[in-house]
């Protein structure tokens, strides 16, 4: 309005050098106000000159009177150009990085409470011992039925007002309230340290939260590796993790837990118990190395463990592991797939080798892979196709002693928030699988599971 306004000034300056001497000054135009943004200038018609007007005597227009014609009162103004707004910072939640990350404004922190629950139903064929009538043990192939809730969980995850510092407690609260986790967790820029009592940095597929696994259960395998020769297993413990930062991330983590000792040796209730009032004699080392490369992980771990191989006594021995983890999105696809190889020495052999005075060697391996269908946000409804393979050979200079077991299903649901799946399972042991394994019920069994699931 300000350069129009002008103009108009100009211009009738230049009317009024060039109006005739006789011609009476024309009358100036009354001064109009600017409107305001928003009402739009009125629009008006100059009257029009008489007919024997000359030409160079016409009144010139004034501000409000301007040739060109302006624009309809309904027009939108112009968009303002949009700004860039500055990308957040991405957050850490769970050792995760996120944008949503919750933030702590409390002066105390903020309390999260978790929680998950399983419930299943499986058919299972497998043999078992039977007395007949005349008190005679016969072994028999019995088909069973069951209807279990094999986890109810619940914990709470602390964020300190500090973002370098959480915690979490968590109890399993089937059969008798037991403590899983209760850790304190310090995480700065390129160092990680942990205290309390959770799993050692050692075997992905074991590290792994089991609702993260597409599987019902870990299996017989991870009952011979964790209860048995007492690799990896959730332990009292401490570690301490240096890490990189970037799409190629490496890490070295280092932790000493609490082992344990052989209590009751009885077969149909052997007992296990923590070490307690002992030193460094009673702990187990671990190191565990990895590097991410974008969504692939590959590691590499040892474990000089405590073993127990006889009633209140423990021993050291040597195991170390190698693996590939992948969690990706192949379009509109995701895959997930754990690998993982284990070789150690073990004291458990078959009662009827030769006796030589040495460690036997046992070899483990475990491919998990899994294809889901949608699902690529939580609570987006999913399906999840996934399998597994896993072989023990218990003992390296024994044959036809291997444990195997084969498993296929499928989960479908909202992801990572509730679950439904089906699976088939298959496991068998060879005539010379060891007998000093005690994996419960017998291994030999063929079972079909449904099982629900839901986390919050």
Known sequence: MLSVSLSLSTLDARAQDTRAPDAPAPVAPPVATAPSVS??????????????????????????????????????????????KKKKKKKTLFGVESDTAPKAKSPFGRLEPTGRVFARFAYSRHHTTVIDPVGAAHDESVDSFDFTIPSARVGLYYHAPVAWLTANVELELTKKPELKDAWLRGKWKYITAKAGQFKMPFSPIEMESIWSLPLADRGLIHTALVKELQVAGRRPGFALTAHGRGKIRPSLTVGAFQGSVLTDDDPDKRKVELLSEQGLSSQSFVARAELKIRDLVLGAEYENRLGTPALLATKYYQTGGADLTLDTEVGRAGLRVWLEGIMGSSWLENWYKPPDGKDTLFVAGRLITAVRLMGRHKGDLYVEPYGMFGLLDPDNEVSQDLLSEEVLGVNVGLWKVVRLGLEAEVQRVERNFPQTYYLGDDPDRVALVLQAGAQF
Request: a negative charge.
């Open 39 to 84: 009402e739009p200038p009125p629009r008006t018609t100059p009257p029009p000159p008489p007919a024997d007007a000359p030409t160079d005597t016409l009144p010139v227009p004034g501000p409000d009177d301007d040739a060109v014609e302006p624009a309809p009162t309904d027009a939108a103004p112009a968009a303002a150009p949009a700004k860039n």
